[in-house]
């Protein structure tokens, strides 16, 4: 029993490197030589981890070879445009002007049904109002709508609105202190001592999260009291 629980241990540590290696993606995002490598990682610890006459070296070996693969890939794929294409492909188009490319669609194997529920998930139900439509190459659709279906917004009405889109920073989570982003946005202690007693509250362990952006304003949430 305690074979099987450290060797679970170590391979599930493994996988969160090197799948922290690959980078942050949903599923849905990931490229097709990404979405291979994980496949064949996930069915390759699940051997080491249910027979135990495997010596986990053996089961390491592989995984940590197709991670090395992967980093040599993602390199490649950095400083050549040509491999890039070659590995991960290229996005199509796959709606010009309204109208569907056929062709394309044939090419990459992407069904009238895919096409009409991607258009309909990003709030589109009439080709008339999609001048260009793009299959990237995680099979999302990147859609570019028409100027007259698409959303109003300042720019589109040539109003003159000024910028008030700040970055909230974490200064407090879950009661604990984030020094570094308090430094980081010009505060010490003292003045946090200072906001949290004009909110009287007493310690940091009252509050669930707090925020300050970048105009000074600060958004305060104390703790639930426990039932």
Known sequence: MATAFFRTIILYFILMVGLRLMGKRQIGELEPS??????????????????????????LFPIVTLLCLSMLLSFFSLKSIRFRGMVCGYPTVIIRDGKILQQNMARNRFTVDELFEQLRSQGYSDLADVKYAVLETSGQISILPYTKASPMTPQVMNLDVPDGVTLPVLLINDGHIMSENLSASGYDAAWLDK??????????????????DEAGSITCVAKEASA
């Open 34 to 59: 990404e979405l291979v490598l994980t496949l064949i990682i996930s069915d390759l610890a699940a051997v080491p981890m249910q027979d135990f006459g495997i010596p986990l070296v053996n089961g």
């Open 195 to 212: 906001q949290l007693r004009e909110r009287r509250l007493t310690s940091p362990r009252q509050v669930f999260f707090m925020t300050v």
